[in-house]
Every structure is written in C-alpha cells, then in structure tokens.
C-alpha cells in the first residue's frame, strides 16, 4: 500500500489547493500501482508525530510533503524523529550540499535542513540540490510540487520497482439508469461472495428524484473479464438493464 501525508495549515484554511493526491494518483497509476489513503494534517506538532509514528509503524511505503525548510512553522524535521524515536542531528551529506549551494548564506537558518532523523537517507532534489530524505519506507520531500514530484518519482524509481505488478489492474464499469444502489444489494453480496479476487465499487448519483447507480469491477484482466460477464448476467436476471461503460 503506498499512502500520503500532506501537511500544512494552508490546505485547511483554504490558503493553499493540494496537488499532490491527483498528481500520486496519474503517478501510481502509470506504474499499475494504487494509492491507499491520504491524510492532510496542520502545522501542530503533536499531531503530525502522531500521524508519522503511525506511518512508521505500518508496513506501507508513505509519502510525506511540506514542513521540511527552515522556517518556524516547519515542524516536520522534528516531528520525524521525534515518531521514529531518534535525536534530530546534522547530516553531513546534507550540509555538505546546503554549503556549497549556498556558501556564507547557509547560516544560521538553512542549515537546519541539514537537521535531519538520526540514520535518515538522503532523497536528491533536482531543482534547488535542497535534498529530502527517507526514515524507514516514510519519504518527506518539500510541499512544492516542482521539486517534490521528482523526488517522488525517484524514490519509486530506486526503491520500489519490485512493488510494480507485470500487468496494470483493469476496470469495467457499468450503469443502471434509473436504479438505487438498495435496489441491487442482494446481486452485489453475491458478486463479492462469489469473486473475492477482484474489486467492486457501487457510485450512486441522484439528481431530484432520479436515481442512477454506476458499479465498477477492478482487479487483473481475465479476472474482470470472466466477473463482469458474470455481474451483467446476474443484474439481468434480476429484472434490471445494465449498460456497459468503458474499459480503464
């Protein structure tokens, strides 16, 4: 499961519009991955090393933006080692690439970046050299998209190919004009008891009083192939008319 953790005050109170979770999304896909949860947290430091102690702790591969410069309010470096359970120290690497970025101009503040997790490795930034870095399967890279999805890309790149399944997952849809998700309960337990190796998803849309169901059947190809053949027949023998959408 890859998941995300996307922090900043500004998402909450409307200041900033996260990018992050569409642009993980057309990402993971690309790679026939998925992602697993997002989780967008504010600049209070007890909430954020709780939700990266939890991020730890799981055996997903996370993603955390925003909250690692130089600046008061960026909480992030901390709150890691703090969840991890490490003292924040220097990194010389780290130092290293702030120094010659930034010569005289590196102290006192921007060379608190290099103040990072004990044990951390480094995640290269290929726009302001500024490096991200990883604790465990959690990798923190700044909020700014044109660096931050890069370094996300490299991290898939470098670490998680393995996780890159030999066929991207497939999904069929179909509708039921006129149809409540209440009304095809029975067919849907069916389905899910019968096929446990693909996925189905039930989007009810209303409009005033028109109802309209659209479901969807995910999972390997010729698994989706043989269940959706299967959901059809027995929608139609159940009395309802379903219309095939599109193959994605």
């Known amino acids: 499961m890859i998941n995300l953790v996307i922090i900043g005050s500004e998402l909450l109170t409307g200041k900033r519009t996260d990018g992050h979770m569409a642009h993980a999304i057309e990402v993971l896909s690309s790679r026939g991955l998925e992602l697993g949860s997002v989780a967008y947290v504010g600049d209070d430091p007890e909430r954020i ?30 709150c890691a080692a703090d969840a ?12 290293r690439i ?33 490096a991200g870095f990883s604790v465990g399967d959690v990798h923190f890279v700044p909020g700014f998209p044109q660096m931050a999805w890069p370094m996300m890309d490299w991290v898939l790149d470098t670490y998680y190919r393995h ?16 149809i409540s998700e209440g009304q095809i309960v029975a067919v849907m337990e069916a389905f899910v008891a019968q ?19 659209e479901l969807g059947v995910r999972g390997q190809s010729a698994d989706v192939e043989v269940a959706s053949a299967w959901l059809k027949s027995a ?8 219309v095939s959408g599109p193959r994605i």
């Open 49 to 78: 090393t709780a939700t990266l102690k939890t991020a730890l702790q799981s055996d997903d591969v996370v993603f955390s933006f925003g909250g690692i410069g130089a600046t008061p309010d960026d909480r992030t470096r901390q």
């Open 84 to 95: 991890a359970g490490v003292q924040l120290v220097r990194h010389e690497d780290a130092a």
């Open 98 to 130: 702030i120094e010659e970025r930034f010569g005289d101009g590196a102290y006192p503040q921007r060379i608190h970046m290099a103040h990072l997790p004990e044990g951390a490795r480094l995640i290269p930034n290929p726009v302001n050299r500024i």
């Open 163 to 178: 996780l890159e399944p030999e066929q991207a997952p497939v999904e069929t849809l179909m509708r039921l004009p006129g």
């Open 195 to 213: 096929f446990p190796q693909v996925a189905l998803s039930c989007l009810p849309t209303m409009d005033g009083d028109y109802r309209e169901t």
């Open 235 to 242: 929608l139609q023998d159940a009395g309802f008319k379903p």
